[in-house]
C-alpha cells in the first residue's frame, strides 16, 4: 500500500506548485490590472481636463465671433440708419419748399425772364424773284396777330408773403 499512496502524494505536490504558480501568476495579473486601471485613470482624467481647456477656449472664441459680427453689424444698421436720417431730412426741405411753389407764379417769372417781346412776328409774304415786274403790293395780313395764350391756368392754394420763385438751397429750376 505505500506503493499507491506515493504516486498520489505525487501528484498532490504537483497540484500544490500549479497552484502556487497561480496564485503568483493572479497576483502579478492583479499588479498589471491595477497599474492599467490607475493609468487609464490618469490618462482619462488629462483628457478630461483638456477636454474641458478645449470646450472653454472654443467657447471664448465663439463669444468674441459673435461679439466682433454684432457689433459689426450695429455699426452697419447705423450708418444705413444715419443715411435715411439725412436722406429725409434732405427730402422734408423739398417738401417745404414744394409747399410754397406756385405754378402761376413760376410761369410768370419764367415768362418775364425769358421773353423775347409783347407782339408775333410779322408773316412771311411770298416774293416772286424771278418776274421781272415785281409784286409792290403784297397781300398782307389786315392785323397783326396778338399773342395769346391758353386759358388761366388753375389757381394754386398758397400762403401770404410766397418768395416770387421756389428755390432748393439757392437752385432755380428756370
Not at 41 to 49: L, S, T, V, Y
Not at 102 to 113: A, C, G, T, W, Y
Amino acid at each position: 500500500q505505500p506503493l499507491l499512496h506515493l504516486p498520489c502524494l505525487s501528484h498532490f505536490w504537483q497540484l500544490f506548485l500549479k497552484l502556487a504558480q497561480t496564485k503568483s501568476a493572479l497576483e502579478d495579473t492583479d499588479r498589471s490590472y491595477q497599474q492599467s486601471v490607475t493609468t487609464m485613470e490618469k490618462i482619462r482624467e488629462e483628457w478630461q481636463n483638456e477636454h474641458i481647456k478645449a470646450c472653454e477656449f472654443f467657447e471664448t472664441q465663439e463669444c468674441e465671433r459673435i461679439n466682433y459680427f454684432r457689433n459689426a453689424l450695429w455699426l452697419h444698421v447705423n450708418q444705413l440708419s444715419l443715411g435715411c436720417v439725412q436722406n429725409d431730412e434732405k427730402y422734408e426741405e423739398i417738401r417745404r419748399s414744394l409747399e410754397m411753389c406756385s405754378i402761376e407764379k413760376d410761369v410768370d417769372f419764367f415768362v418775364n425772364l425769358r421773353k423775347t417781346g409783347s407782339l408775333a412776328p410779322a408773316p412771311v409774304v411770298y416774293e416772286n424773284y424771278y418776274n421781272a415786274q415785281r409784286n409792290v403790293t403784297a397781300a398782307r395780313s389786315p392785323a397783326p396777330v396778338p399773342i395769346s395764350r391758353r386759358g388761366p391756368l388753375p389757381t394754386p392754394t398758397s400762403a401770404p408773403g410766397e418768395p416770387d420763385y421756389a428755390t432748393v438751397d439757392g437752385y432755380s429750376l428756370v
